[in-house]
């Protein structure tokens, strides 16, 4: 019968087991549906040697598994980890240093955002079996087949990352993904500060009074919402802020007005509270807005020159066997259309190299695309006399 670790004592054990380990691969299980903040249910841990499932919920001491997460001589290693990093954000450590397999799967040419059962299967030719993929992992207990699965996780990682590893060195590419990793591992990217809430949202309007507005409600919800312990949505949605914002209501009435605003919540528990953060934030709005850099206004021609870069993109990624968006973003062809110097990853580092230099080539007309069959060719033009 396989069984998670509960005992402090084991978990001491284990973690001493693994300590020295050169890497370890770890995942997580957790349920947040319901919820403002993820509730941890399983770790899941793997070296070379030796695994575990870790059990959260039996109120276990980690300290000494967070020890090794920040012991920068032991590699840890996830798949997309994004949110297993936030979890253990929210314990006190961001893991480091980190290898995130989905990202250096991008860098080898797997597509993008490649699922971790794909890239099992082309990498290790296993099959991963998907029967607990939706599972309740906060009831106890859990039977063998879930912490089979869980296990299975970490076990097929730590095999898989030395061959993925091996794979982009040999390519030139590992210094890459590990430029990847400082966007993952900054503790900015996970800051859960009220105030700051609104900059995960897009403003469409740009007057103190709106950005005042908008500010005000994102960093209600967000309060609300971490003091209830519910998500985001449940408390109000985003379409929602936005028209707050554009309406800025002062009063109960005016909340009523409002079509993306639920029926009676200016006189629910909510009403009066976000009534009054309006007000507070409306007394001063110049001073309370942020403050938000625009770009230049769009050219006419602007819409043609990004179109013209997805393409190069395209060509680029393909003729690299890379995924086209870790080479460059939407956003960074609409700003390089406008900005031969654009603060942007595509005309930085090895992205340069790759594939910005070219983007500004196309637009001072040194390079052409030209469809070759079903294929298009980067042609490098020969300047005039």
């Known amino acids: 019968m396989m069984t998670p670790i509960t005992d402090n004592a084991e978990l001491a054990a284990f973690c001493k087991r693994i300590e020295d380990a050169p890497f370890i691969a770890v995942d997580t299980e957790f ?5 403002y903040w993820p509730k941890l249910c399983l770790i899941q841990v793997a070296s070379e040697t030796d695994a575990a499932n870790i059990d959260p919920l039996a109120d276990l001491d980690l300290t000494p598994l967070l020890e090794i997460f920040a012991d920068q001589k032991v590699m840890k290693v996830f798949h997309a980890a994004r949110q297993d990093v936030e979890i253990f954000h929210n314990l006190g450590v961001i893991p480091t240093p980190l290898f995130d397999t989905q990202v250096a799967g991008m860098a080898a040419g797997f597509g993008e955002q490649i699922a971790y059962d794909a890239l099992v299967r082309q990498m290790l030719k296993i099959d991963i079996d998907k029967s607990s993929r939706f599972t309740d992992w906060a009831r106890r207990p859990l039977s063998d087949a ?9 076990t097929h990682l730590a095999a898989l990352y030395p061959k993925l590893r091996e794979r982009l060195d040999k390519a030139g590419r590992l210094g890459w993904v590990t430029e990847e990793m400082s966007a993952l591992t900054d503790k900015s990217a996970y800051d859960m ?3 700051k809430a609104w900059r995960r949202l897009k403003p469409r309007k740009f007057t103190p009074k709106y950005l005042a507005t908008f500010k005000a409600v994102a960093a209600w919800r967000e309060r609300t919402a971490q003091t209830r312990d519910q998500p985001r949505g449940r408390i109000l949605k985003d379409e929602a802020i936005d028209e ?7 009063d109960a009435d005016a909340m009523n007005r409002l079509r993306s605003v639920p029926k009676g919540f200016s006189g629910s528990k909510f009403g009066p509270d976000l009534l009054d953060a309006i007000r507070e934030a409306l007394k001063d709005p110049e001073a309370y807005a942020p403050v938000i850099e625009r770009g230049p206004p769009p050219v006419q021609a602007q819409g043609a020159v990004v179109e013209l870069l997805k393409v190069l993109l395209k060509a680029r990624s393909e003729d690299a066997g890379v995924a086209s968006k870790l080479l460059a973003t939407v956003s960074d ?3 390089i259309a406008v900005d031969d110097n654009a603060q942007v990853g595509a005309l930085t580092g090895w992205r340069r190299k790759l594939f910005g230099e070219d983007a500004l080539k196309l637009k001072r007309g040194e390079l052409a695309l030209v469809l070759d069959g079903a294929k298009v060719r980067v042609v490098e033009l020969e300047p005039e006399e």
């Open 31 to 35: 349920m947040r549906e319901t919820t």
């Open 146 to 154: 879930q912490l089979s699965y869980a296990l299975a996780d970490v």
């Open 193 to 195: 500060d009220p105030e």
């Open 244 to 250: 707050i914002a554009t309406q800025a209501p002062t």
């Open 333 to 335: 062809l609409e700003k």
